[in-house]
């Protein structure tokens, strides 16, 4: 399950005929723990009748239901929807009834990932007992009186539109929460319950908690209902979103400045929407790089939900065999502080990019080269199997460390079925490295039928990766791009075969020739499919090399090219005509 939690309730008609209350619990089935767990408490309303079936059914909906909704849904839109679609059907019901019937309080929560959220309506209560102090997340929804605080001023099913109270706040471990009928919380006092919370059992202290009120002489039904929180898995990408919104955006730093225990000792990078220092942790003297928004883009919310995706992406996978190849990232700050702005910290490691190495050397040597790629290769690799699509693959973005690994960079437009909408709608990635597709260019089939040139731009996918990972290696032994710098949305760059690799540098071999014509061929379907297609050709090497791939003919480059040349015959036509009849004897 998503947590390891303890929960126990205990429900009670009290001196009650029947009992209106309901309560219930659900926890993630295999594949869903990230939408965590709920567990909801509701009060039937008894003046009218049918209470009872109103806070089953609710209640039962809403547990049940929730886990349908989809996973990149924030908790309060998908408690939302859920607890308004039931208010509808009851609110139907009732249009139906004089009086009313069929009315109930709800309390819902749910524990995900490091954050927990409170829906309420009504008077059930919910209570936080942390640090042996108890602490009321919910407000009674009744008339301000002594003498009508049973009165409800809110309550599922009463009008069509319902107001829902939401709470949102971080999970700690040994966090307990009380949620409690209004015959137990009118009986029993606040003070006491960490009391009870503190038991080691939550049935035990569910059922304490209801024999209490009855001793004290509740007079309704009573109901409580436990949740003790014994540990936590990795952090959501809900809660980054919440640090990311929540946080200030650290001002411009410079060379000396300190800021939660940290060092500055370089301005790295600033492309005008990230910036990246390096700095260092006086306790220890070791290095960390700092990734946050420049402080132009402290209010641009889609920029914080992109940088609280990337950390959540590396966080991650970190846990994933990818991680052998990328730069670990850190959740919890070294220097044992409270991060007091949002930024992304991540080690540190000497050495180069592949771009510094290039720009230094004009170009590699293809055994050095294929060595770069095998491991480049297997990087991609793992992070296709999680899922994840790089984006931006180029030689800036390869690091080579002074430990020999070849690490892949920046995980800020890389797609993970999760990122925020306006991140997939963005055409990211380096337009020279960036597969033709992408631009809305199609080559069309042998029998021109299939495709037609311009049509849909193409979303990214793997095979995105291994042509820009091609164009990198096509760069690093020539020292030019395979199609030249292209700009965004230049799909007349693509009106051509890229010239052979050994022309640009005789020391490329044959079997190497053709595997890179392969990676970066102009019609899709002949370049790799899977990096392990990639890397098992670069492993056969010479042994087993593949054959060179057919040029692409015209026809397939440029549809076009029938009308252009059929254009052209007849100016010539019309040329002719005109000079016979203007020239030659009648």
């Not at 009313?100 to 209560?125: E, F, I, K």
């Not at 390096?278 to 306790?283: G, H, K, L, N, Y």
């Not at 002074?402 to 960079?409: Q, S, T």
């Not at 899709?524 to 593949?546: D, I, K, N, V, Y």
Request: glycine fraction near 6%; charged fraction near 20%.
């Amino acid at each position: 399950m998503a947590f390891d939690i303890d929960i126990g309730y205990t429900s009670q008609a009290g001196r009650k005929a029947h009992n209106e209350d309901f309560c219930a619990a659900m926890l993630p089935a295999a594949g869903q723990e990230d939408m965590g767990s709920i567990v909801a408490l509701a009060d039937g309303v008894s003046a009218g009748g049918m209470g009872r079936e109103a806070a089953q059914t609710t209640v039962t909906s809403l547990v049940r239901d929730y886990f349908g909704t989809p996973e990149t849904w924030d908790t309060t839109v998908a408690l939302d929807r859920i607890i308004a679609a039931q208010n509808a059907w009851l609110c139907g019901i009732n249009r139906r009834r004089h009086p009313a019937m069929g009315l109930t309080t709800l309390t819902a929560l749910v524990l995900r990932g490091h954050s927990y959220t409170v829906a309420h309506v009504g008077d059930t209560r919910c209570y936080l007992v942390r640090d042996g102090k108890a602490t009321l997340l919910t407000q009674d929804h009744v008339v301000n009186h002594p003498d009508f605080k049973h009165q409800l001023l809110r309550s599922v099913g009463a009008e069509d539109h319902l107001v829902v109270d939401y709470l949102q706040g971080d999970l700690q471990v040994g966090d307990v929460f009380v949620l409690l009928s209004d015959g137990v919380h009118g009986e029993v006092s606040e003070r006491r319950l960490p009391e009870y919370a503190a038991l080691p059992d939550a049935r035990e202290a569910s059922q304490k908690l209801v024999d209490q009120a009855l001793a004290k002489g509740s007079d309704d039904n009573v109901s409580a209902l436990v949740v003790r929180v014994r540990g936590l898995l990795e952090a959501t990408l809900m809660d980054a979103n919440r640090l990311a919104q929540s946080l200030p955006i650290p001002p411009r730093l410079k060379v000396g400045d300190t800021m939660d225990g940290f060092t500055v000792t370089a301005l790295v990078a600033d492309n005008g929407i990230n910036v990246l220092y390096q700095i260092r942790e006086p306790a220890t003297q070791t290095l960390y790089a700092l990734k946050t928004l420049n402080p132009a883009r402290a209010h641009d919310q889609e920029e914080r939900a992109m940088l609280a995706h990337e950390a959540w992406l590396a966080q991650r996978m970190q846990t994933s065999r990818a991680a052998d190849y990328l730069v670990a990232v850190h959740d919890a700050l070294p220097t044992g502080r409270e991060r007091s702005a949002f930024y992304v910290l991540y080690d540190w490691h000497s050495g180069e990019t592949l771009q510094q190495l290039l720009t230094r050397q004009q170009r590699l040597s293809p055994s050095v080269a294929v060595a770069y790629a095998m491991q480049a290769l297997k990087a991609l690799g793992r992070l296709h199997r999680q899922g994840v699509v790089h984006r931006d693959i180029k030689p800036a973005n390869l690091h080579l460390g002074e430990d020999g690994v070849l690490r892949v960079l920046d995980l800020g437009v890389a797609l993970s079925g999760r990122e925020p909408a306006a991140m997939r709608a963005l055409h990211a990635g380096t337009p020279s490295y960036v597969n033709p597709e992408q631009w809305g260019f199609r080559a069309k089939s042998a029998q021109g039928k299939s495709e037609s040139v311009e049509s849909e731009n193409q979303l990214p996918n793997a095979q995105s990766d291994l042509f820009a990972l091609g164009v990198t290696l096509y760069q690093l032994v020539t020292g030019k791009l395979p199609y030249g710098d292209v700009l965004p949305y230049q799909v007349g760059r693509y009106y051509r075969d890229p010239t052979s690799p050994s022309r640009h540098n005789p020391e490329v071999p044959i079997w190497f020739n053709h595997v890179l014509l392969k990676a970066v061929a102009l019609d899709q379907r002949q370049r790799f499919e899977t990096a392990e297609e990639f890397l098992l050709a670069l492993e056969r090497g010479a042994s087993r090399p593949l054959n060179a791939p057919g040029s692409t003919p015209m026809l397939q480059r440029d549809p076009t090219s029938v009308w252009k040349l059929s254009l052209v015959l007849s100016v010539l036509l019309n040329l002719l005509l005109v000079f016979w009849l203007a020239f030659l004897p009648k």
